[in-house]
């Protein structure tokens, strides 16, 4: 259904009707409207997402490409399609939600995804990466939201993983009721590319809590305290984070470090390379990285 998903020409057309106005009558119609949203990338985020959209009411299509990959998806809420461009067809959004920065851009630039999208359809990548990235998406006259998430599939199952969101802001404003299907917070923090800036950011600072973690313990045990009564106590005090958490539900600083090395690796590569581009230093980020567990540099796939 299209009535409601205007483009931004489509409202500053509208004499009278300043576009703040037109973006709150659209969301408040748009947040009831049955949508067409396609779905690449249905893994441990995604699939739980077109769960909530489909549960949403909405009419979701999902990528499999290969015969195994339909077969897995066979009972999901969804009609499975074979090609890209059958998920872009008729599409209000489509949600990008692969593995890594170089998928996102075959699927995107390599691929007949875009040339596929109707007018006034919106790309959202939750994929961290590049700020660059979706800066070059957009370049094809797409319109983009980039959306990198914060948390777990049991909190997109929950509806309540964080989004932090970069674009424009009618653009935004009309995307948001679809991520509200599966997300709480949904946080507005800037023009295109300005979540993954922010999602880099948040997952160094995550990446040196743990190298300082493991400073702490390793000063700990020079005191004569055992690691699991250190982090316990830690818990309780004012040193206390989402990453000490992590620590204590996984035993030691040097398990958790490897169970988070895959996702942490890859988007540490990012924001060293992003402020390498841009001439930013990262101070001492940069030497709490760099003395973190050797498990949180061992896998960058």
Sequence with gaps: MRSLWLSRSDMKSRRGTSDRQVVESMVLAFGREILVIGVVGAGRMGRPMLRRLAEAGHDVRVLGRTPEA?????????????????????????????????????????????????????????????????????????????????????????????????????????????????????????????????????????????????????????????????????THGSAASRALAGVVRRGSVAEFARSTAEFLGKDLDVVKAVADELGADLGVLAAVLDASPPEQHGRHD
């Design 70 to 234: 339909r077969r897995a998806l066979a009972g999901e809420p969804a009609r499975v399609v074979a090609r890209p461009a059958e998920v872009a067809e008729g599409a209000d959004a489509v949600l990008v939600c692969v593995h890594n920065d170089d998928q996102v851009r075959e699927v995107c630039l390599d691929g007949d995804l875009l040339d596929a999208m109707p007018a006034g359809a919106v790309v959202v990548v939750h994929t961290t990466g590049s700020p660059h990235t979706v800066e070059a998406v957009a370049a094809r006259g797409t319109e983009v939201v980039d959306a990198p998430v914060s948390g777990g599939p049991h909190d997109v199952a929950a509806g309540r993983v964080t989004l932090f969101v970069g674009g424009a802001d009618d653009t935004v404003a009309r995307i948001l009721p679809v991520l509200r299907s599966y997300a709480d917070p949904v946080l507005h923090v800037g023009p295109l590319g300005t979540g993954q800036r922010v999602k880099l950011i948040n997952n160094t600072v995550f990446a040196a809590q743990i190298g300082l973690l493991s400073h702490a313990v390793r000063l700990g045990q020079h005191l004569g305290i055992a690691e699991a009564d250190l982090l316990d106590a830690l």
